[in-house]
């Protein structure tokens, strides 16, 4: 069994920074892909970034490029998104998953699933 528990998320104005985290117990971490999802208010649950289970590829929603980034260490069994430049219509809850996939978008090809962390941007 994996289970995957995020934390940082909280409250920030608009143009500041949130790190979130993301560690990964009950199975081999390294092996896996990992990946950030978010879910704004009444909307569906959207990629916003992946990393490949070695560290070296990642890929981006568009409406992140240059503000966010996706990194891991395997050897705390941690992946963090760290959130720069922040604006309302990022708030939502941000969840990160897990897969044997190689920079998937698709949330359906994610295997496991953290509850999620809230993040609130204020204008």
């Known amino acids: 069994q994996v289970q995957l528990v995020e934390s940082g998320g909280g409250l920030v104005q608009a143009g500041g920074s949130l790190r979130l985290s993301c560690t990964v117990s009950?199975?081999?971490?390294?092996?896996?892909?990992m990946g950030w999802f978010r879910q704004p208010p009444g909307k569906e649950r959207e990629f916003v970034a992946t990393i490949t289970w070695g560290g070296g590829s990642t890929s981006y929603a568009n409406f992140v490029k240059g503000r966010f980034t996706i990194s891991r260490d395997n050897a705390e069994n941690t992946v963090y998104l760290q959130m720069n430049n922040l604006k309302p219509e990022d708030t939502a809850v941000y969840y990160c998953?897990?897969?044997?996939?190689?920079?998937?978008?698709?949330?359906?090809?994610?295997?496991?699933w953290g509850q999620g962390t809230q993040v609130t941007v204020s204008s």
């Open positions: 998953a897990a897969n044997h996939e190689y920079l998937s978008r698709r949330r359906y090809e994610y295997d496991y």
């Open positions: 009950g199975r081999t971490f390294s092996s896996y892909s």
